[in-house]
């Protein structure tokens, strides 16, 4: 058991052991500050050179910076400590000696580029910006949770080796499967629609989906993070409301749960829960509103996907997530349903954020026959999806639902520049390793 006494908790009076990395050692001469830092906070260790013992004071005041180390002493209070509070230590040992030479500086006070913070994330997760964001990523992935234990959902795990591609426009990454081709999943699409025809109905799924994107950009990554929904007798409108709470749960957890990480930050004053609901526009209406910001240099016509340009300029009109709906059918995946009056529109729509897209969804094809018309249609083998399609003729309800950027949510909600920010370990283009 560990049984040392974590920095937040140590009070005036008490006798701890504390255990942690040498943040800093300030040396004013005949006295000398030792700043421990672990994962609550810091605290001060006071060596007054003339008073202790000379192997004490060398062991304490040697030791190379972001070593680890464990000190027992007494607590005491003293204001002009960062903490209000210091340990006299009457013990120090090494526990684990850290090389002179750093990748980077931990403390923060040299600042390194990206590449290097990635290539080392172990020094770079020591940093209390660095650490704010992925505690806030927890937070937000057990809000989401909760949120859909609410929902009614039950959470499943899907294989992530697969036959078949379901998300045509971005590439497959190809394996070898005891000699048999198969594929990294691009998405669990197809398996959570096989549930809602299950006796479970309504899911969620947390997990990776893998995407052989060539491009590299601050906003995609080839393994990312996805939050899945489906259920059973839901309509497009219904998935979408399930979405907006989602998002807002995310968004209520971390204000509640994380005021230290979002203060970390320099969040604290401007974050927001999105109150207002999130206003629905049709395709039609989005491409005439971005159309008319005067931004693209070629007006987009019926059928156009939103170039980023475009996402952004409407983005900054609309200031608040909202999604779009009623895309044509003819750029929305073979699984999204056509609207029953008019077969050139979806029941796809996307959820967006000012910045970007972070969500599409829709209603599902449940028909049969109308479903393997679909692939068809789409250049798809139906044979190769016989396992899926088979699952429609025994009786499959009419169905609706997600899929939600795990980063992409993160990055959106606390600002930042680049997606990799929100990945303990990305992989891009050029990033296989560590
Ligand atoms: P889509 O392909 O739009 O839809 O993906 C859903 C959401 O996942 C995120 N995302 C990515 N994030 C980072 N890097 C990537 N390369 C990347 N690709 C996707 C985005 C995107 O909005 N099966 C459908 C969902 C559904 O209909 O249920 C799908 O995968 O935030």
């Given at each position: 058991m560990d049984e040392r006494t974590y920095t937040a908790d140590a009070e005036p009076g008490d006798e701890a052991t504390v255990a942690g990395w040498v943040h800093e050692i300030r040396d004013l001469g005949g006295i000398a500050f030792?700043?421990?830092?672990?994962?609550?906070?810091?605290?001060?260790?006071?060596?007054?050179?003339?008073?202790?013992?000379?192997?004490?004071?060398?062991?304490?005041?040697?030791?190379?910076?972001?070593?680890?180390?464990?000190?027992?002493?007494?607590?005491?209070?003293?204001?002009?400590?960062?903490?209000?509070v210091?340990?006299?230590?009457?013990?120090?040992?090494?526990?684990?000696?850290?090389?002179?030479?750093?990748?980077?500086?931990?403390?923060?006070?040299?600042?390194?580029?990206?590449?290097?913070?990635l290539d080392n994330r172990t020094l770079d997760l020591r940093k209390d910006e660095v650490k704010a964001i992925f505690e806030i990523r927890a937070e937000l992935l057990r809000s989401v949770r909760e949120a859909f234990r609410g929902l009614g959902c039950t959470e499943i795990n899907t294989p992530k080796i697969v036959a078949t591609g379901t998300e045509g426009g971005t590439e497959l990454f190809p394996i070898t499967y005891f000699g048999q081709e198969a594929f990294m999943n691009q998405s669990p699409q197809l398996f959570k629609q096989l549930m809602v025809?299950?006796?479970?109905?309504?899911?969620?799924?947390?997990?990776?989906?893998?995407?052989?994107?060539?491009?590299?950009?601050?906003?995609?990554?080839?393994?990312?993070?996805?939050?899945?929904f489906e259920s059973a007798f839901f309509d497009e409108s219904d998935a979408m409301d399930a979405c907006e709470t989602v998002v807002r749960a995310a968004y209520e957890g971390v204000?509640?749960?994380?005021?230290?990480?979002?203060?970390?930050?320099?969040?604290?004053e401007t974050f927001e829960v999105p109150e207002e609901?999130?206003?629905?526009?049709?395709?039609?209406?989005?491409?005439e509103r971005i159309n008319a910001t005067g931004e693209l240099d070629e007006q987009l016509v019926w059928g156009d996907d939103l170039p980023t340009e475009g996402e952004r300029a409407l983005g900054e009109e609309m200031g608040q997530h909202y999604f779009i709906t009623?895309?044509?059918?003819?750029?929305?995946?073979?699984?999204?349903?056509?609207?029953?009056?008019?077969?050139?529109?979806?029941?796809?729509f996307d959820l967006m954020h000012p910045s970007m897209e972070l969500v599409s969804g829709g209603q599902r094809e449940h028909?049969?026959?109308?479903?393997?018309?679909?692939?068809?249609?789409?250049?798809?083998?139906?044979?190769?999806?016989?396992?899926?399609?088979?699952?429609?003729?025994?009786?499959?309800?009419?169905?609706?639902?997600?899929?939600?950027?795990?980063?992409?949510?993160?990055?959106?909600?606390?600002?930042?520049?680049?997606?990799?920010?929100?990945?303990l370990f990305p992989r891009d283009r050029q990033r296989l390793s560590p």
């Open positions: 030792l700043i421990l830092r672990d994962t609550t906070g810091k605290i001060q260790v006071k060596f007054e050179k003339d008073e202790m013992d000379d192997d004490l004071v060398e062991t304490g005041l040697g030791v190379h910076r972001e070593s680890v180390i464990r000190v027992a002493g007494a607590v005491e209070e003293e204001e002009r400590a960062p903490t209000g210091e340990i006299v230590p009457e013990s120090v040992e090494v526990v684990a000696e850290a090389d002179p030479e750093l990748p980077l500086d931990p403390s923060g006070k040299v600042d390194a580029e990206l590449p290097t913070r025809g299950s006796g479970l109905e309504r899911v969620f799924e947390i997990g990776p989906i893998f995407r052989a994107e060539e491009h590299n950009t601050p906003r995609h990554l080839n393994e990312a993070t996805s939050i899945d204000a509640e749960n994380c005021a230290t990480e979002l203060e970390t930050l320099g969040l604290a609901s999130f206003p629905r526009l049709s395709y039609e209406e989005a491409i009623e895309w044509p059918s003819e750029i929305k995946p073979f699984y999204i349903k056509d609207k029953e009056d008019d077969e050139q529109l979806s029941t796809g028909r049969y026959e109308h479903l393997v018309a679909g692939f068809e249609q789409q250049g798809l083998d139906p044979e190769a999806f016989e396992y899926y399609t088979k699952m429609f003729r025994y009786g499959m309800p009419p169905h609706a639902g997600w899929g939600l950027g795990g980063e992409r949510l993160v990055m959106t909600m606390l600002g930042l520049d680049n997606i990799r920010e929100a990945v």
